[in-house]
Protein backbone atom coordinates (compact mmCIF):
# COMPACT_ATOMS: atom_id res chain seq x y z
CA UNK A 1 0.00 0.00 0.00
CA UNK A 2 2.74 2.35 0.58
CA UNK A 3 4.38 1.85 -2.86
CA UNK A 4 0.64 3.06 -3.96
CA UNK A 5 0.91 6.28 -1.98
CA UNK A 6 4.41 7.16 -3.24
CA UNK A 7 2.78 6.69 -6.68
CA UNK A 8 -0.19 8.70 -6.73
CA UNK A 9 0.16 10.73 -3.71
CA UNK A 10 -2.46 12.75 -4.98
CA UNK A 11 -5.02 9.89 -5.03
CA UNK A 12 -4.01 9.67 -1.00
CA UNK A 13 -4.26 13.50 -0.43
CA UNK A 14 -7.61 13.75 -2.44
CA UNK A 15 -8.95 10.68 -0.30
CA UNK A 16 -7.87 12.24 3.38
CA UNK A 17 -9.07 15.88 2.71
CA UNK A 18 -12.82 14.07 1.86
CA UNK A 19 -12.71 12.03 4.66
CA UNK A 20 -12.11 15.23 6.96
CA UNK A 21 -14.69 17.18 4.97
CA UNK A 22 -17.33 14.52 5.97
CA UNK A 23 -15.49 14.61 9.87
CA UNK A 24 -16.49 18.32 9.40
CA UNK A 25 -19.72 18.08 7.89
CA UNK A 26 -20.49 15.39 10.61
CA UNK A 27 -19.07 17.94 13.53
CA UNK A 28 -21.24 20.55 11.72
CA UNK A 29 -24.29 19.01 12.68
CA UNK A 30 -25.26 20.51 16.22
CA UNK A 31 -28.24 21.06 18.84
CA UNK A 32 -29.56 24.43 16.72
CA UNK A 33 -31.26 24.58 14.01
CA UNK A 34 -30.12 28.00 12.86
CA UNK A 35 -26.29 26.42 12.92
CA UNK A 36 -27.57 23.20 11.21
CA UNK A 37 -29.62 25.33 8.01
CA UNK A 38 -26.13 27.55 7.55
CA UNK A 39 -23.58 24.60 7.60
CA UNK A 40 -25.62 22.56 4.93
CA UNK A 41 -26.33 25.30 2.87
CA UNK A 42 -22.52 25.94 3.19
CA UNK A 43 -21.10 22.53 2.76
CA UNK A 44 -23.38 22.24 -0.54
CA UNK A 45 -22.20 25.58 -2.02
CA UNK A 46 -18.13 25.01 -1.47
CA UNK A 47 -17.22 21.50 -0.16
CA UNK A 48 -15.50 21.29 -3.25
CA UNK A 49 -13.72 24.56 -3.37
CA UNK A 50 -12.67 24.19 -0.14
CA UNK A 51 -8.44 23.70 0.71
CA UNK A 52 -6.47 22.33 3.66
CA UNK A 53 -6.49 26.43 5.62
CA UNK A 54 -10.06 26.53 5.10
CA UNK A 55 -10.46 23.02 6.36
CA UNK A 56 -8.37 24.72 9.26
CA UNK A 57 -9.88 27.25 9.91
CA UNK A 58 -13.93 25.32 10.05
CA UNK A 59 -12.25 23.04 12.36
CA UNK A 60 -11.86 25.35 14.78
CA UNK A 61 -14.90 27.43 13.83
CA UNK A 62 -16.86 24.38 14.75
CA UNK A 63 -15.04 24.31 18.51
CA UNK A 64 -16.97 27.25 19.32
CA UNK A 65 -19.94 26.94 21.23
CA UNK A 66 -23.39 27.14 19.82
CA UNK A 67 -24.56 29.88 21.16
CA UNK A 68 -21.54 31.88 20.70
CA UNK A 69 -21.80 30.64 16.80
CA UNK A 70 -24.61 30.82 16.26
CA UNK A 71 -24.47 34.70 17.32
CA UNK A 72 -21.75 35.04 15.31
CA UNK A 73 -23.07 33.80 11.78
CA UNK A 74 -26.29 35.64 13.43
CA UNK A 75 -24.10 39.19 12.98
CA UNK A 76 -25.68 39.08 17.25
CA UNK A 77 -21.89 40.13 18.21
CA UNK A 78 -18.73 40.43 15.97
CA UNK A 79 -16.03 38.51 15.85
CA UNK A 80 -12.50 39.51 17.79
CA UNK A 81 -9.18 38.57 18.64
CA UNK A 82 -7.84 35.51 17.20
CA UNK A 83 -11.43 35.00 15.72
CA UNK A 84 -11.50 38.36 13.31
CA UNK A 85 -8.05 37.71 11.34
CA UNK A 86 -8.45 38.46 7.70
CA UNK A 87 -9.08 34.32 6.75
CA UNK A 88 -11.39 34.02 9.69
CA UNK A 89 -13.33 36.77 8.77
CA UNK A 90 -13.69 35.61 4.69
CA UNK A 91 -14.82 31.91 6.09
CA UNK A 92 -17.23 34.06 8.47
CA UNK A 93 -18.37 36.00 5.26
CA UNK A 94 -18.71 32.97 3.22
CA UNK A 95 -20.56 31.31 5.99
CA UNK A 96 -23.07 34.34 6.44
CA UNK A 97 -23.35 34.09 2.19
CA UNK A 98 -25.52 31.41 2.56
Do not use: C, K, Q
Amino acid sequence: MGFIILIMPHLFTSSLRLLELRRLRWRARRGRLENDLIFERFFSRYETALDGSDIEILRRILALSDDVLSNILLMRIHPEGEWATPEMMRMWARLRSV
